[in-house]
């Protein structure tokens, strides 16, 4: 028997699930020397952590509710993150006790504190909750914790990064201090650390995140492409893999009610999940992944913490995680349990290197490759059609009769066309991409250039970041003085302190001579040295850093500090020329009139 050494009732649980065999984090936490200790778990996200510290406490609490299941003062209390992974683990514990009738009460916020609080006087023996309503909770007395045998910090890492750092105190120290603590995490960083030394004793650290943090069981791939490319390349993907449930998680709300709209119109079934969402629309969406009735959700980061949905098999990062913990716990959401997954990163061609330090950093290897092309998509339907339409289907006696009077009405190939056809109407259409080559980018740059710039000379003005230059009123300034109209002048580079700009050529020669008979010291702006720039802004720039050091000037020492004239320890030196006179800030001189 594989579940010899558990609980009879755990073990009837667990083969009714269909549980065959443990995995290496459940095994590891019921482990002789594992019993009955405080325990630091790391493990990759989907590796059965919410059934690991169920077995974990499984003796204590059968020990405690072997004559009545109800009991005074919750047992066990298992603190969440966020309410999706709070009602989740609630589900995984409710069918891994369900033989001993024990009561599991959730408490999250965004519902009803009312029940939740009638919920708690009825005798739960497990309190799952979020932090921020179990401390609501404690606060008003309707959570007793003086009886708790264990606490569970579920995904301690992000709670913390979350800023649940008070709230969790709070309810540790209104603990008793008999009670073990297991806290479970993906990653390790130093404040969950600081948070076990203190509430944890003699504290056995079980890591099982191995060597690939990137998970075994997810293909992760990377897609380079233009930057305007990015929603057409994530259209293309759900196509060409036709997940049977599929996330893309954005950074922003508005990004994701942005591609949810797109994927809408382009036919998806799809569901959205953020922090705008109330619980009641965050239950709905899940439910329309697992019904079937959607199979793409668009999600930010904290929405979708905690989702775990069985037919997950695509990720989509379309934005760029910001550390390579983010893109762990994202990832996470595929490849559980011993499925297979995979994880695609949209990466901007001119992102490319951040992307590749983060991968490096997170010892993922990742397969860099374009975005799927309509007919590589086409390839994959036709392969996915033919597999569907030859498959053994049993057919009644209806559909059988319609399809004779089909064959007596239209050819065969007539009849294969239309079910073709109509299989295909089912398919949002896949976007024309553009090739992801040097020559395409700059074909692409050269068709967004405005008409009549195609032939440009660059100038620069003798103002910059420093001098608090902003193209707003830098555009006014040049139109005046060089007696052109906005029109006439293209792109803007604002430096540190000078700032370049575009001239049509064949405007070129009017505007300088313009520039030079305005040019007076009697006015700040018209003193200002505006001047032909023919290597452009990026040619300047970069002999600027080799030559001085500095971004557009040289480098120069700070004035001494203090009295000894030393430099003040660890100053950095200023880069570029000490800016002269006062700081113009575009506003010009009371009483002073435009010139003619």
Partial sequence: MPFETLPPLIGDALTARGYTDLTPVQSAVIEPEAQGRDLVVSAQTGSGKTVAFGLALADALFAETANLPL??????????????????????????????????????????????????????????????????????????????????????????????REDLEEILDATPDTRRTLLFSATMPRPIERLAERYQTNSLRLSLVGQDRGHGDISYQAITVSPAEIENAVVNLLRYHEAETAILFCATRDNVRRFHATLQERGFGVVALSGEHSQSERNQALQALRDR?????????????????????????????????????RSGRTGRAGKKGTAAIIVPY?????????????????????????????????????????????????????????????????????????????????????????????????????????????????????????ARWILPLLCRRGHITRNEIGAIRIGQFESWFQVPTQVAPKFAAAVARTASSEDEQDAILIEEAPEGPRVEARRNRR??????????????????????????????????????????????????
Wanted: aromatic share 4%; charged share 35%.
């Fill in 293 to 329: 009735r959607a199979r793409v959700c668009v999600a930010t980061d904290v929405a979708a913490r905690g989702i775990d949905l069985p037919t997950l098999s695509l990720v989509i990062h379309v934005e760029i995680p910001r550390d390579a913990e983010t893109l762990q716990h």
């Fill in 547 to 596: 030559e001085f050091g500095g971004n557009d000037g040289p480098r120069v020492r700070p004035k001494p500090f203090g009295k000894g004239g030393h430099k003040k320890p660890g100053a950095p030196f200023r880069k570029g020329p000490k800016p002269t006179g006062k700081k113009f800030d575009g506003k010009r001189k009371p009483g002073k009139k435009p010139r003619d």
């Fill in 71 to 164: 009991v005074d003062k919750p047992l066990a209390l298992v603190i969440a993150p966020t309410r999706e992974l709070a009602l989740q683990v609630s589900r995984e514990l409710g069918w891994l006790y369900a033989g001993a009738g024990l009561r599991i009460a959730t408490c999250v916020g965004g519902m009803d504190a009312s029940k939740e609080r009638r919920a708690l006087r009825a005798g739960p023996a497990i309190v799952v909750g979020t932090p921020g309503r179990l401390r609501d909770h404690l606060e008003r007395g309707a959570l007793d914790l003086s009886g708790l045998l264990g606490v569970v910090l579920d995904e301690a890492d992000e709670m913390l990064d979350m800023g649940f």
């Fill in 350 to 470: 001119n992102r490319r290197r951040r992307v590749e330090g983060m991968l490096r950093g997170a010892g993922i290897e990742a397969k860099w490759m374009d975005a799927p092309t309509p007919e590589m998509i086409h390839k994959q339907d036709r392969s996915r059609l033919m597999e569907v339409l030859t498959a053994e289907t049993e057919f009644d006696e209806h559909d059988r009769e319609l399809a004779g009077e089909l064959m007596g009405k239209l050819a065969p190939e007539d009849i294969a066309a239309a079910l073709v056809r109509a299989h295909r109407a089912k398919m949002p259409t896949p976007e024309e991409l553009i090739p992801n080559t040097p020559e395409a980018r700059d074909k692409a740059k050269a068709d967004r250039q405005r008409p009549g710039f195609e032939d440009v000379v660059w100038f620069k003005i003798g103002v910059g970041r420093r001098q608090n230059a902003e």
